[in-house]
């Protein structure tokens, strides 16, 4: 199927160029010193809302959420991400730097969305179970707390590459919370690898099988927990701190939009 041909389409492409203008809008910012952080905070939640649209025009037409192909859960995910990082944004001053990191992935992932076939899928009778939407909720969390987390690591790193990172009074404010979002992302991971195992029992008759896409999901909650770890334990440089969130961003995007794909997993997509 063409990758113009479906109706959310042009809901998709509204609610990215929302997402392209809070860009923008962020990276303007970066350069000014007076700035109301609600140039970007409105096309943002504009963004969010059109993809709301484009995520309800396909459910109602298939009948089912978006938790099947890798084109379903990208659209998913540039919603979900892009409205928690909104919510963050508004309630949370300390993540507004970083978003001039956060939406260019969220502009990467739709060029990337935007580039598949959005074939219509049909829905397994072992995802009609509550297990998923709660295993689904969880993992969407987890990842907007890590991409949030991303955000601010981001930027500190490149303030210490300018060799600002001395001098910036923000800096302890946005370890900080930096920190606090990873921990929140490890009890979200936590949360979503219970529901999930409670879904395959209903689903598949067990808990666990250690298939590759459980298997990476384990290994993900294993790093993020070590990561911590760390954190409280050792005295990590910061720079290194950084370098470990972003690394562990990095791991559960592979892992939510990659081994699903190359695997031959029962569950293939769901985040």
């Not at 409205?83 to 001039?100: D, E, N």
């Not at 606090?180 to 009890?187: D, G, N, S």
Request: hydrophobic letters at 60%; one cysteine or more; charged letters at 15%.
């Amino acid at each position: 199927m063409p990758p113009w041909s479906t109706p959310e389409t042009a809901w998709l492409v509204a609610g990215v160029a929302g997402y392209l203008a809070s860009a923008g809008a962020a990276w303007r910012g970066e350069f000014s010193r007076s700035f109301d952080h609600r140039v970007v905070l409105a096309p943002l939640a504009i963004g969010a809302a059109l993809l709301c649209m484009a995520v309800l025009e396909r459910w109602l037409r298939l009948g089912h959420g978006p938790f099947l192909s890798l084109y379903e859960l990208l659209l998913s995910n540039l919603l979900t991400l892009g409205l928690l990082y909104a919510l963050a944004y508004w309630r949370v001053p300390q993540v507004r730097p970083g978003a001039v990191v956060v939406l260019p992935i969220l502009l990467l992932l739709a060029v990337w969305t935007l580039s598949l076939s959005p074939d219509a899928t049909r829905l397994p009778p072992t995802y009609d179970n509550p297990w998923l939407w709660i295993h689904v909720s969880m993992g969407k969390i987890f990842l907007a707390a890590c991409l949030i987390a991303t955000g601010n690591a981001g930027i500190l790193l490149g303030r210490a590459w300018r060799r600002r990172s001395q001098a910036d009074a923000q800096l302890p404010a946005l370890d900080a919370v930096a920190w606090r979002f990873m921990a929140l992302a490890f009890v979200f991971d936590s949360l979503m690898l219970l529901a999930g195992a409670a879904w395959a029992r209903d689903a598949w008759g067990r808990f666990w099988d250690w298939d590759p896409l459980e298997t990476w999901a384990f290994v993900t909650w294993l790093i993020l927990g070590t990561v911590l770890h760390l954190r409280i334990t050792w005295d990590l440089r910061p720079w290194i701190g950084w370098l470990l969130i972003v690394a562990v961003f990095v791991l559960a995007v592979l892992t939510f939009f990659g081994v699903p794909f190359v695997s031959v997993a029962a569950h293939k997509g769901v985040m």
